[in-house]
């Protein structure tokens, strides 16, 4: 399994809603970098949800249930979209100020391309956020 971070303005598409709706495609994305991410996820990859923007943190856990099939939002057929499931909620959020303070995550996509909207997560940065946010793992 692979882990990942996805990032939506609450605006646009909040954990909230993703509560509500459980499962849902993961679209709109029109970067490349961020593209070739939603191909490499596979069925279980789980993910953080991120809400940027003014709150800017992570606020759940989403799971990979349908690979990359194209976007129909997407008139240049260049991009496509996942669909996710909602696994949990994070007990505390993790601020994106508190994995800048953490030595173990500097290496992170989310510190060092700040604008790249689907990312990979390697497993020990996983395991320090789920612990930040009080997750049992």
Not at 60 to 82: I, L
Request: with cysteine.
């Amino acid at each position: 399994m692979a882990y990942w971070l996805v990032k939506s303005e609450p605006g646009a598409w909040s954990w909230q809603q993703q509560e509500v709706a459980g499962t849902t495609c993961w679209d709109g994305v029109r970067n490349a970098q961020a593209n070739n991410n939603l191909k490499a996820m596979q069925i279980g990859d789980q993910a953080y949800f991120y809400h940027s923007g003014a709150e800017r943190a992570i606020v759940g856990v989403v799971e990979v249930v349908r690979t990359y099939y194209p976007d129909p939002t997407d008139s240049s057929g260049r991009y496509g979209m996942v669909d996710v499931r909602m696994v949990a909620s994070l007990p505390r959020p993790v601020t994106l100020a508190s994995i800048k303070a953490e030595e173990g995550l500097a290496h992170l996509a989310l510190v060092r391309q700040s604008r790249l909207s689907v990312m990979p997560v390697d497993p020990q940065a996983w395991q320090i956020i789920a612990s930040m946010g009080g997750l049992a793992r």
